[in-house]
């Protein structure tokens, strides 16, 4: 009989938030599709982590489901992965409960990003925007995660679980895996096609910053036409002249070739040329996706059948942990 080696467990999770760009789709979306093969992945639409800021009910349920079509269109293969939602499996309050027995206020104190956004929202400075690293940690933990991939801004929130863990490793028996980040290739950070100095954001103001990943081919067009660019109007990398420079990344991520070659192709062509073919890469790469989003995100029952699928595989390997945690801390065993 072939032995097969036991794959690393990958968890991530997303917020269920509209209007992705292609920012999201480079450097988070596509790492998820390409990891897929490798590991035995677990996806969450983290919908309990979104509610840390003020939701519109209706909308929140709305864009839950539509953050499965996209993830599902972008070629996460419900097949392959555990994609489900947070919410669906309760386990993840329950041990977030625990864990916070297990996490010290300082500890959350000291977390850069319950500073920043208690600094932006002073309206609603609630429990859970502090106690949002003991529900992620809870995330991780629950699934024996080997692996974590995550963006620069997340890296305090692994360590943070890497602490409960350990610390609650110690302080009963071992019993969760230590999560390490996974570090994902450089080069994936998308600029703001208006202020190529910031990263693209689908909350700037100005839509023509950024590149939904539902945009028309002809927006597209037009928003890259209209990027900001120098004077200089030289298809050349130089960190100096930071527009032509994001445009040259993204036309290698749409293509596939080298900075080198894209050098060579557009060498005495100025930027109008070069950025009608960036924004026809662009599109032609969308394209896929919005075809297979717009015949999958009205059909609710296909989607909810990979939830149900999702979060019954979730909670099978969840509440085995769940279990393990309840009976190390001395809780009384359910009477049979
Ligand atoms: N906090 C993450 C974000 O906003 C989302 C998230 C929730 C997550 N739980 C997680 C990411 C567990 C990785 C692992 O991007």
Redesign the pocket.
Known sequence: METEAKKQTI?????PSGNLTIGNYLGAIKNWVDLQDKFDCIY?V?DM?AITVKQEPALLRRRTLETMAIYIACGVDPEKVVLFVQSQVPAHAELSWVLSCNTMFGELSRMTQFKDKSAKNTGNVNAGLFTYPVL?AA??LLYNTDL?P?GAD?KQ?IEIARTIAQRFNSAYSPTFTMPREYVTKEGTKIMSLQEPEKKMSKSDPNPLAYISLLDSRDDIIKKFKKAVTDCEALVKYDEARPGITNLINLYSCFTGKTVAEIEREFDGRGYGDFKLAVGEACADMLDGVQNRYKEIVDDKAYLEDIMKKGSEAASRIAYKTLAKVYRKVGFYPQPR
């Open positions: 968890f991530s999770a997303a917020q969450c983290a982590h992620m995330d991780i974590v995550v997340q929130h």
